[in-house]
T-cell receptor
């Protein structure tokens, strides 16, 4: 299975600033998903971007996908304390890749 | 309300005592999976199921069993639990492995 690797492992920013986290993967994909996890809770799906899309928006979230570099980024604008969480990417699809595998995530802390 | 439920939420048991963690979804999803989450290791997929009576191993299947007799239920069975199976377990479901996954609230298991 293919696992995404999130970078950085941890990120602390002031409330109101923008937060950017990155995801790299190794083989071709059909799509890539981003999830959020509040401490100890189940993951929540944020956004899915397909391999033929370069950018996608959802509220304060912006996701980009560069298939030539095998990387994606998640931008959270105007961060809020409630955005404090871990964020995971999950590269999906591709021939024979029926598993959805997650990395270790980026731990985002918003400082009030 | 669309949801994935897991029971029990917390469980303390002893080595070798068989246990089952139940998972149920009410969204008629075909794809279901189990993950374990450990500090520093992220989420690792244990087993997944593409549909009723179709199950397959994820990345860490050793020591676990699953069954998918009905579309809505996907129990995780530990025939002889060991301390290294102490972990936080999540069940998830989705229309397909390439689509958004809905996660349960998690089951914290401690094996003494």
């Amino acid at each position: 299975s293919q696992q995404g690797e999130e970078d950085p492992q941890a990120l602390s920013i002031q409330e109101g600033e923008n937060a950017t986290m990155n995801c790299s993967y190794k083989t071709s994909i059909n799509n890539l998903q981003w999830y959020r996890q509040n401490s100890g809770r189940g993951l929540v799906h944020l956004i899915l971007i397909r391999s033929n899309e370069r950018e996608k928006h959802s509220g304060r979230l912006r996701v980009t996908l560069d298939t030539s570099k095998k990387s994606s980024s998640l931008l959270i604008t105007a961060s809020r304390a409630a955005d404090t969480a871990s964020y995971f990417c999950a590269p999906g699809g591709g021939f024979g890749n029926e598993k959805l595998t997650f990395g270790t995530g980026t731990r985002l802390t918003i400082i009030p | 309300e669309a949801q994935v439920t897991q029971n029990p939420r917390y469980l303390i048991t002893v080595t070798g005592k068989k246990l089952t963690v139940t998972c149920s979804q009410n969204m008629n999803h075909e794809y279901m999976s189990w993950y374990r989450q450990d500090p520093g290791l992220g989420l690792r997929q244990i087993y997944y199921s593409m549909n009723v009576e179709v199950t397959d191993k994820g990345d860490v299947p050793e020591g676990y069993k699953v069954s998918r007799k009905e579309k809505r239920n996907f129990p995780l069975i530990l025939e002889s639990p060991s301390p290294n199976q102490t972990s936080l377990y999540f069940c998830a479901s989705g229309w397909d492995y390439q689509e958004a996954q809905y996660f349960g609230p998690g089951t914290r298991l401690l094996v003494l």
